[in-house]
């Protein structure tokens, strides 16, 4: 990526000027010292290089990776963004720049060494952001226009004042809009209603260039496309329209235990079949997980499971060593609150689940899908959460599930017996996606995603990683075409290899919208060329 590791010299004066001012006091503004042209840039007063600012945004959770900027923008205004993005773009040796959310990558895919970071949360203090709001119109009915630095915790809380909300979640709220919709935004409703970039109607993204456009699927749709699992390498959101439908008030949740991987599977891709958009005819959430020895069935994510019920179900793991964990849920409002029961039964109706191991809760829209943030919370009262995060991801067809189970969940995580945190594996319909957009899946029909989400220590974390190195090093061999969620690779020839067929036109819409190859640098995709 020729030119972008270079910093440009009047960027360099701007670095310095700040450095120096900041070290020395502040009887007037330290924008004062630069020479007459550079003090009318706009976005400089914003960079901020203090040790405390440079450090905020040098790991992320996954705290695995760290690499430091030049500089980080505070930008108060989308207009700011535009600047930074513009001033780089105009000069000879561009500079690097990373939009950063929530920083909730895991492998530094937020980061931008040697470059400038945004600080997206910045433009949630100030009103010149886009906000949330929440609208009506005649073909497309309620919508809300969301800023990309808004958490979806919020996006929650304002539009179901308004007696609405969106139909697809992440399963952790508190995770930036611009951030979701940049890999997918993939969740327990995933089945029904697609992904989160399934369900936009229109952004506003500032590209590599500087410019503010206005995107959708009719109207500059090519950098839409782009944009949607783009992985920040075409643009910086700022604001989505996003599809809203009315909000129900309670959810009937269930769980169900398996011991038969078939069955398990079987199940879950029968009721994920029944997808009608009608309220009784379908789930609204579906997810699978794992139950491992010797991890308790309860995890930060959810304790679900009844305290007085724990030994059974331990006793199912000590004879079976994996357990596996179907997860359903059906929402109601006071229209269906009479009908719901037996609607669920229906559904449920000859599942092949361990007779006396379904677990059952009735809880609030809101608490539903905020389930995570309660574990989150303990964690951090323990301390427990700003530790690594070695996690993996990964599409993977239908067709090869028998063969992942038995030669990496059994033949080496299990054996292994490292894994903490929650393992998920639940399916997904391929014709809820859209080909035309950035992100990668499989070919199947139905694919599943599994997630291995641990947890590690600070100086053991290399062993998890190495468990996932082995994982994808058994589907390279059996031949399963596996394709990273959330990706982590190192050289421009694993991402040729990612994105197979889809390689030519992310690399043309990459020259398209920001040819000097500036955003996104902590992705690494085209940093070696």
Not at 87 to 94: E, I, K, L, T, V
Not at 171 to 198: C, E, H, K, M, W
Not at 426 to 447: C, G, L, T
Not at 503 to 516: A, L
């Amino acid at each position: 990526m020729a030119g972008t590791s270079i910093i440009p010299i009047c960027f360099m004066a701007i670095l310095f000027i700040i450095r120096v001012v900041s070290n020395v006091g502040k009887s007037k503004p330290w924008t004062a010292f630069l020479p007459p042209k550079l003090q009318t840039v706009d976005f400089t007063r914003k960079l901020h290089v203090e040790p405390d600012a440079i450090v905020s945004v040098a790991t992320d959770y996954g705290n695995i990776v760290h690499e430091s900027p030049a500089a980080v923008l505070y930008p108060s205004s989308i207009q700011d963004v535009m600047s930074l993005l513009k001033f780089s773009y105009n000069n000879s040796a561009p500079f690097t720049v990373a939009a950063r959310g929530h920083g909730h990558s895991v492998w530094g895919q937020a980061m931008a060494s040697n470059g400038v970071v945004v600080d997206m949360m910045r433009l949630r203090d100030h009103k010149n952001g886009t906000g949330i709001t929440v609208s009506k119109d005649p073909s497309l009915g309620f919508y809300a226009d969301v800023g990309g630095e808004q958490l979806w915790i919020d996006v929650l809380y304002a539009t179901i004042e308004h007696g609405f909300a969106p139909v697809s979640w992440p399963d952790y709220l508190y995770l930036s809009v611009g951030g979701t919709l940049s890999n997918a935004g993939i969740s327990g409703q995933t089945f029904r209603y697609g992904p989160q970039i399934s369900n936009v109607y229109e952004m506003d993204v500032v590209t590599g260039k500087g410019d503010m456009i206005t995107c959708s699927s009719h109207t500059n749709s090519e950098l839409f496309y782009a944009v949607l699992g783009g992985l920040g390498q075409f643009g910086i959101i700022t604001r989505a329209r996003i599809a809203l439908e009315p909000a129900p008030k309670r959810v009937k949740w269930v769980r169900m235990l398996y011991s038969d991987f078939s069955a398990f599977t079987n199940d879950q891709e029968r009721l994920i079949s029944i997808n009608g958009r009608k309220q009784k005819d379908a789930l609204d959430y579906l997810e699978g997980s794992l139950l491992m020895v010797p991890g308790p069935p309860n995890n930060w994510r959810s304790s679900f499971f009844p305290s007085s019920d724990i030994s059974r179900i331990m006793s199912l793991l000590t004879e079976h060593a994996i357990i596996y964990c179907l997860e359903v849920a059906k929402y109601y409002d006071d229209g269906t609150r009479h009908t719901v029961d037996k609607d669920l039964q229906q559904l449920l109706k000859g599942l092949s689940f361990l007779t006396g191991f379904m677990f059952e809760k009735d809880v609030s829209y809101v608490d539903f899908l905020n389930r995570v943030r309660s574990g989150e919370q303990k964690l951090h009262s323990q301390g427990l959460w700003d530790v690594p995060h070695p996690w993996l991801n990964l599409f993977l067809p239908k067709s090869r599930i028998l063969d992942f189970n038995k030669g990496v969940f059994h033949d080496l995580v299990l054996k292994r017996n490292i894994t903490t945190g929650p393992l998920l594996f639940y399916p997904m319909n391929r014709n809820k996606w859209d080909d035309k957009m950035s992100v990668v899946i499989p070919e199947e029909d139905i694919f599943y995603t599994v997630g291995f989400l641990h947890s590690s220590g600070f100086n053991d974390w290399q062993a998890y990683d190495d468990q996932n190195k082995d994982i994808l090093e058994f589907c390279e061999k059996a031949g399963i075409e596996i394709k990273q969620y959330l990706p982590h690779y190192t050289c421009n020839k694993e991402w040729l290899n990612h994105f197979g067929s889809k390689w030519k036109k992310f690399r043309e819409r990459k020259v398209q919208f920001d040819p000097k190859m500036m955003l996104s640098p902590g992705q690494r995709i085209f940093n070696d060329i």
